[in-house]
């Protein structure tokens, strides 16, 4: 089990900046990946990015590479959303979610079985 908190979302006008944080508390010490999703008002939930345990696993959606950076401190159990070049179809509800590896191996899952309450990004023009 893995309980997740989003923090850093808010309104912010086009081209402009917001990192997220996602604080991850769980007993013990299994490994696990983290993702990023979002969800438009009308939309369908989307995948922005994912991240390994070591780091050396990440992928992004077409959508937002080159403007977003997915990171993680496993010493602070906190996983990171840099955005940049915000745009106005960037306005979301955004995720945090994470998966245990049953069996480690360092790689971002196709399924993630933990979510946090959600941040709203709000991009203006």
């Known amino acids: 089990q893995v309980q997740l908190q989003e923090f850093g979302g808010g309104s912010v006008q086009t081209g402009g900046s917001l990192t997220l944080s996602c604080l991850a508390s769980r007993r013990g010490s299994s490994k696990y990946a983290m993702g990023w999703f979002r969800r438009a008002p009308g939309k369908e939930r989307e995948y922005v990015a994912g991240i390994s345990w070591t780091g050396n696993g990440l992928e992004y959606a077409d959508s937002v590479k080159g403007r977003f950076t997915i990171s993680r401190d496993n010493a602070k159990n906190t996983g990171y959303l840099q955005m940049n070049n915000l745009q106005p179809e960037d306005t979301a509800i955004y995720y945090c979610?994470?998966?245990?590896?049953?069996?480690?191996?360092?790689?971002?899952?196709?399924?993630?079985?933990?979510w946090g309450q959600g941040t709203q990004v709000t991009v203006s023009s």
């Open positions: 979610a994470a998966q245990l590896y049953g069996s480690y191996s360092d790689y971002v899952p196709n399924e993630f079985s933990f």
